[in-house]
């Protein structure tokens, strides 16, 4: 896999579109490019990667070829944003089936708490390079 800095999402999830944008507010030199689970890309994707195409409760960063889930893809973003952001990459010393459970028990409430769109978020027009929908689109 060629592909680098890129966030994969659950697109109706109001949590991770607020993180998503979080993520771009801090991203100053626009380093991450994002795409939804459920966009044709998304998919492409976990199923390359043999994870589950209906399971969409992971935050998933491809970087330099590697798949990074759930709280280890969430604290290596953090590690690149602007700011005092990097410094919770500290917390990657708590072993990962810790940091996991509470970003598991974070993921299965997800839309009770946060609450669910009905479509995918979308993108302004000045957001939309940021964005990939399909494979050919993020070379």
Known sequence: MQFSNIILFDGVCNLCNSSVQFV?????DARFKFASLQSE?????LREEQ??????RSFILIENGRIYTRSTAALR???KLDGGWP???????IPRF???AIYDLIAK????????QEACWVPTPELKNR????ASESR
């Open 77 to 79: 973003v953090a590690r």
């Open 41 to 45: 890309f998304g998919q492409k994707i």
């Open 109 to 116: 409430n997800r839309y009770r708490w946060f609450g669910k």
């Open 24 to 28: 771009i507010r801090h991203d100053k």
């Open 51 to 56: 994870l589950p195409v209906d399971d969409l």
């Open 131 to 134: 964005f990939v929908l399909s």
């Open 87 to 93: 410094l919770l990459y500290g917390f990657i010393v």
């Open 98 to 100: 810790i940091r996991d």
